[in-house]
């Protein structure tokens, strides 16, 4: 009877090889061990360092190299695994073989750069004893262990979020077809390409196509893990399908390249780019979710700067720091690889279709006008909100007018990739250099009957109050004069590692000590926490050198921040002091002039929540979290809040909103100015005020008390204030 043989599949290998499995428990144990030991440690370390601080920023250290040594360690040992047990390969599997394995002969190159250990003969024999005589299933085969290695946070930083598996197989069903030339310009570990190579083995294509449908298809990355992970996948589904002795196997070309700066890799990777430029049928993906300011070289930034700019697609300076790094493949991609009449076909972030930064993006300048939306609405599969979007590259130099382009079909679907609608998204309005938001055409029919409020140009962002951990403090006591003060511990808490400073005991005069809140701390109607924060400014809010030194005390304080500041603030910044990053785009001195009531409304979040604040009674600094507008009129602060906690006012901005923001959106609806006489905006006044004083209550009984609690208990309060939010809305 023939033995059944064990086949390996990516759940195996999370399970054998994942960060809670024994193999790496004792494997990271044993790499620790060898740090001191092993002359070559040092010399890879660097290199090491040097390739990846590109990629993840400066904030990278041993115990993260350990950990990539250890996913390359695995790859080597699979592929030295499968190559002992093929009949057709001259491997004996032992130990000593092991050891002496060089992958660079099967142009696995990228192995040797970064290989600086191999397994001892007790983890080999373990490993080996595991995977030994194991078939591969036809699959991608290490997102789910590189996922489980490599904390999100980590790979976050590099904007990847990797593709379910079932969105992967539908996108290549929907638009590959076999012999299509095609490139993934940030493949990861491979997700797209090996479902098509997959497609392609699976075909009932002779063995010479698929050898040349193979051969058609490439992948980019800049990260030498996810290129080693995709190259060893492929590499072992080609030991499955494949009989080697018979005939050579495909090339594999995948290549460790920067996509939007391929020029500049030639030389490093022995490849002719001029063969690739403008050559591909298909580009097909998950480009980087990352943003400008997320980019963490300032050349770099530059690059992308520059880049946005040639492409016809960078943002008003206002929101060079949102330009995505998705919006700038979809565009450059294609202009440097695509055929004419060829497609692209991208995960993207929903904030394409409806982030101020991305108007010029939505000119779809380059593309045919037959482009293709899918969206999931209530079933996104990833934290942040996204689409696929489809488009046919036509050039530069094409008489298509951006009217032309719209409105876009459009499919939506479930969480299992079911079909649900087909639909047409249009935008709100289009000019010559670009679109506003893009949204379902029924919603966009209800919000063409709406008008602009008169408000949206008097509320203004809060300062940024930022690192918190320099200037948010607890106070002690009084001495002398002074306010003894140490590090907000809860603000400590939620600090970035970077910014993770802790002070104690330090002196301050009083005159420094400002009233300020989170986000966090407001609820609707009511803000229930206040931070002390230490801002270095005189009576007109601005940093006065002189006036500091009449203040030893604060002046000491502040310069020891400052040099905190200046030490572990981004390369990339060019805000080079703490006072000039508190009060960037003067959000902090225009607070001068505030008046005796305020109205204060989260910047970001699911809903709105809104609350007054009375500076008679204590002055308070508004954050950046939040939004605010100043008046003299009472009346009028608590009417602005019973509108901006209307439930129903929130669920019209959810049609409008992007995944991250609500900034001035509230005022993209008719808030009309308030008028003392209006009988509704007396009566909306008049339930504000009730709502305050009962959600201070609340938070009396309840210091910890939640947005949806209040919202429960003020439930037939909030139908009053919809009610009467209609009305004023009507008139």
């Given at each position: 009877?023939?033995e059944?043989?064990?086949s390996?599949?990516?759940?195996?290998?999370?399970?054998?090889?994942?960060?809670?499995?024994?193999?790496?428990?004792q494997?990271?144990?044993?790499?620790?061990?060898?740090?001191?030991?092993?002359?070559?440690?040092?010399?890879?370390?660097?290199?090491?360092?040097?390739?990846?601080?590109?990629?993840?920023?400066?904030?990278?250290?041993?115990?993260?190299?350990?950990?990539?040594?250890?996913?390359?360690?695995?790859?080597?040992?699979?592929?030295?695994?499968?190559?002992?047990?093929?009949?057709?390969?001259?491997?004996?599997?032992t130990?000593?073989?092991?050891?002496?394995?060089?992958l660079k002969?099967?142009?696995?190159?990228?192995?040797?750069?970064?290989?600086w250990?191999?397994?001892?003969?007790?983890?080999?024999?373990?490993i080996?004893?595991?995977?030994?005589?194991?078939?591969?299933?036809?699959?991608?085969?290490?997102?789910?262990?590189?996922?489980?290695?490599?904390?999100?946070?980590?790979?976050?930083k590099?904007?990847?979020y990797?593709?379910?598996?079932?969105?992967?197989?539908?996108?290549v069903?929907?638009?590959?077809?076999?012999?299509?030339?095609?490139?993934?310009?940030?493949?990861?570990?491979?997700?797209?390409?090996i479902?098509?190579?997959?497609?392609?083995l699976?075909?009932?294509?002779?063995?010479?196509?698929?050898?040349?449908?193979?051969?058609?298809?490439?992948?980019?990355?800049?990260?030498?893990?996810?290129i080693?992970?995709?190259?060893?996948?492929?590499?072992?589904?080609?030991?499955?399908?494949?009989?080697?002795?018979?005939?050579?196997?495909?090339?594999?070309?995948?290549?460790?390249?920067?996509?939007?700066?391929i020029?500049?890799?030639?030389?490093?990777?022995?490849?002719?780019?001029?063969?690739?430029?403008n050559?591909?049928?298909?580009?097909?993906?998950n480009?980087?979710?990352?943003?400008?300011?997320?980019?963490?070289?300032?050349?770099?930034?530059?690059?992308i700067?520059?880049?946005?700019?040639?492409?016809g697609?960078?943002?008003?300076s206002?929101?060079?720091?949102?330009?995505?790094?998705?919006?700038?493949?979809?565009?450059?991609?294609?202009?440097k690889?695509?055929?004419?009449?060829?497609?692209?076909?991208?995960?993207?972030?929903?904030?394409?279709?409806?982030?101020?930064?991305?108007?010029?993006?939505?000119?779809?300048?380059i593309?045919?006008?037959?482009?293709?939306?899918?969206?999931?609405?209530?079933?996104?599969?990833?934290n942040?909100n996204?689409?696929?979007?489809?488009?046919?590259y036509?050039?530069?130099?094409?008489?298509?007018s951006?009217?032309?382009?719209?409105?876009?079909?459009?499919?939506?679907?479930?969480?299992?990739?079911?079909?649900?609608?087909?639909?047409?998204?249009?935008?709100?309005?289009?000019?010559?250099?670009?679109?506003?938001?893009?949204?379902?055409?029924?919603?966009?029919?209800?919000l063409?009957?709406?008008?602009?409020?008169?408000?949206?140009?008097?509320?203004?962002?809060?300062?940024t109050?930022?690192p918190?951990?320099?200037i948010?403090f607890?106070?002690?006591?009084?001495?002398?004069?002074?306010?003894?003060?140490?590090?907000?511990?809860?603000?400590?808490?939620?600090?970035?590692?970077?910014?993770?400073?802790?002070?104690?005991?330090?002196e301050?005069?009083?005159?420094?000590?400002?009233?300020?809140?989170l986000?966090?701390?407001?609820?609707?109607?009511?803000?229930?926490?206040?931070?002390?924060?230490?801002?270095?400014?005189?009576?007109?809010?601005?940093?006065?050198?002189?006036?500091?030194?009449?203040?030893?005390?604060?002046?000491?304080?502040?310069?020891?921040?400052?040099?905190?500041?200046?030490?572990?603030?981004?390369?990339?910044?060019?805000?080079?002091?703490?006072?000039?990053?508190i009060?960037?785009?003067?959000?902090?001195?225009?607070?001068?002039?505030?008046?005796?009531?305020?109205?204060?409304?989260?910047?970001?979040?699911?809903?709105l929540?809104?609350?007054?604040?009375d500076?008679?009674?204590?002055?308070?600094?508004?954050?950046?979290?939040?939004?605010?507008?100043?008046t003299?009129?009472?009346?009028?602060?608590?009417?602005?809040?019973?509108?901006?906690?209307?439930?129903?006012?929130?669920?019209?901005?959810?049609?409008?909103?992007?995944?991250?923001h609500?900034?001035?959106?509230?005022?993209?609806?008719?808030?009309?100015?308030?008028?003392?006489?209006?009988?509704?905006?007396?009566?909306?006044?008049?339930?504000?005020?009730?709502?305050?004083?009962l959600?201070?209550?609340?938070?009396?009984?309840?210091?910890?008390?939640?947005?949806?609690?209040?919202?429960?208990?003020?439930?037939?309060?909030?139908?009053?204030?919809?009610?009467?939010?209609?009305?004023?809305?009507?008139?």
């Amino acid at each position: 009877m023939e033995e059944i043989k064990k086949s390996i599949n990516s759940q195996f290998i999370s399970e054998i090889f994942g960060r809670s499995s024994e193999i790496y428990r004792q494997s990271i144990k044993f790499l620790k061990e060898q740090v001191e030991k092993q002359k070559p440690y040092e010399e890879k370390f660097k290199k090491w360092k040097k390739i990846f601080t590109k990629i993840y920023g400066y904030d990278i250290n041993s115990e993260l190299f350990l950990e990539h040594t250890y996913f390359i360690l695995v790859l080597e040992l699979l592929v030295f695994s499968k190559l002992s047990t093929h009949k057709n390969f001259n491997f004996k599997g032992t130990y000593e073989e092991y050891l002496i394995t060089n992958l660079k002969e099967l142009k696995l190159i990228e192995f040797e750069n970064l290989s600086w250990i191999k397994f001892n003969r007790k983890l080999f024999d373990i490993i080996l004893d595991k995977i030994q005589d194991a078939t591969y299933a036809k699959e991608e085969l290490f997102s789910n262990i590189y996922q489980e290695i490599f904390l999100p946070d980590i790979r976050h930083k590099i904007g990847e979020y990797y593709t379910p598996s079932h969105l992967v197989q539908r996108m290549v069903e929907d638009i590959y077809i076999i012999g299509l030339k095609i490139l993934d310009p940030s493949c990861g570990s491979g997700k797209f390409l090996i479902n098509i190579i997959c497609k392609i083995l699976n075909s009932s294509e002779s063995n010479p196509l698929k050898f040349k449908a193979i051969s058609n298809i490439y992948g980019f990355d800049i990260n030498p893990l996810a290129i080693m992970a995709t190259k060893t996948n492929i590499f072992l589904l080609f030991l499955e399908f494949f009989n080697v002795k018979n005939q050579r196997i495909p090339e594999i070309n995948i290549f460790l390249i920067d996509s939007l700066f391929i020029e500049l890799y030639e030389k490093e990777t022995n490849i002719d780019v001029n063969h690739l430029y403008n050559s591909f049928d298909l580009v097909i993906g998950n480009p980087p979710w990352l943003t400008y300011k997320d980019i963490h070289l300032k050349d770099y930034q530059n690059k992308i700067r520059e880049l946005a700019q040639n492409l016809g697609i960078k943002p008003p300076s206002q929101y060079t720091t949102h330009i995505e790094l998705a919006a700038i493949f979809f565009y450059a991609i294609p202009l440097k690889f695509l055929k004419q009449k060829g497609k692209i076909f991208f995960v993207m972030p929903k904030s394409v279709l409806n982030g101020d930064h991305c108007y010029k993006f939505r000119a779809f300048s380059i593309f045919e006008k037959n482009l293709e939306i899918w969206d999931f609405p209530n079933n996104y599969f990833f934290n942040v909100n996204h689409i696929c979007l489809k488009a046919q590259y036509v050039g530069k130099d094409n008489d298509i007018s951006i009217e032309e382009r719209y409105p876009i079909k459009t499919k939506l679907f479930n969480d299992k990739l079911e079909l649900k609608e087909d639909t047409i998204y249009s935008s709100i309005s289009i000019a010559n250099d670009g679109a506003k938001l893009i949204l379902p055409q029924q919603k966009l029919d209800f919000l063409h009957k709406l008008e602009k409020s008169p408000y949206k140009d008097r509320f203004f962002q809060g300062a940024t109050l930022v690192p918190r951990t320099l200037i948010f403090f607890k106070k002690k006591e009084k001495r002398n004069g002074y306010l003894i003060i140490s590090s907000d511990s809860d603000v400590l808490s939620r600090a970035k590692k970077q910014w993770k400073f802790e002070y104690e005991n330090k002196e301050i005069e009083r005159e420094f000590q400002f009233k300020t809140f989170l986000n966090m701390d407001l609820i609707p109607f009511f803000i229930k926490r206040k931070r002390t924060v230490f801002l270095p400014v005189n009576e007109q809010f601005e940093f006065d050198l002189d006036y500091l030194q009449k203040y030893p005390k604060a002046l000491k304080f502040y310069k020891d921040m400052n040099n905190i500041y200046q030490k572990n603030k981004k390369k990339t910044s060019a805000i080079n002091t703490l006072f000039a990053n508190i009060n960037y785009w003067n959000k902090l001195k225009k607070q001068i002039n505030n008046k005796a009531f305020m109205i204060v409304y989260n910047a970001s979040g699911s809903n709105l929540k809104a609350a007054v604040i009375d500076n008679n009674e204590q002055r308070v600094i508004i954050g950046s979290e939040n939004y605010y507008y100043s008046t003299n009129s009472k009346n009028e602060a608590y009417y602005l809040s019973a509108i901006l906690n209307d439930p129903n006012l929130s669920r019209n901005i959810k049609l409008i909103k992007s995944s991250r923001h609500i900034h001035k959106r509230p005022f993209l609806f008719p808030i009309p100015l308030y008028d003392k006489n209006d009988p509704f905006h007396k009566r909306l006044t008049k339930i504000g005020k009730k709502c305050e004083l009962l959600v201070y209550d609340l938070v009396m009984n309840n210091p910890r008390i939640s947005t949806e609690k209040v919202k429960t208990i003020l439930y037939q309060k909030l139908i009053k204030i919809q009610k009467l939010t209609e009305q004023v809305f009507l008139d």
